[in-house]
């Protein structure tokens, strides 16, 4: 009904910067709240930063000032930018999206991506 497909992890110094890309497609009537988590090895999975639909965005304390998140409603996708990236930034990234789906207009679901993996390291 819904897939979530992220892109644009991959290897990168300490200091660099990456930018993320979620896109959500299917049968979707109305996405209410895209987000993105992490999950480092031996460590539960976080949230990251969370955008609404109305464009509030909410940010995980420790990365504020360093991740931006963002969206293109157009096109169903949301990004993360992230700079001045630290080794302790290494995880998997998933995309999460709250979405109406058409065939169940009364309903909220909870759509995952498979993740992107992010490594920092020199």
């Known amino acids: 009904q819904v897939q979530l497909v992220e892109s644009g992890g991959g290897l990168v110094q300490p200091g660099g910067s990456l930018r993320l890309t979620c896109v959500a497609s299917g049968t979707i009537f109305k996405i209410n709240a895209m987000g993105w988590y992490r999950q480092a090895p031996g460590k539960q999975r976080e949230l990251v930063a969370a955008?609404?639909?109305?464009?509030?965005?909410t940010y995980a304390d420790s990365l504020k000032g360093r991740f931006t998140i963002s969206r293109d409603s157009a096109k169903n996708t949301v990004y993360l930018q992230m700079d001045s990236l630290k080794p302790e930034d290494t995880a998997v990234y998933y995309c999460?999206?709250?979405?109406?789906?058409?065939?169940?207009?009364?309903?909220?679901?909870?759509?995952w991506g498979q993740g992107t993996q992010v490594t920092v390291s020199s």
């Open positions: 955008i609404t639909d109305d464009g509030s965005t």
């Open positions: 999460k999206g709250a979405i109406v789906i058409v065939e169940l207009r009364e309903h909220e679901f909870d759509y």
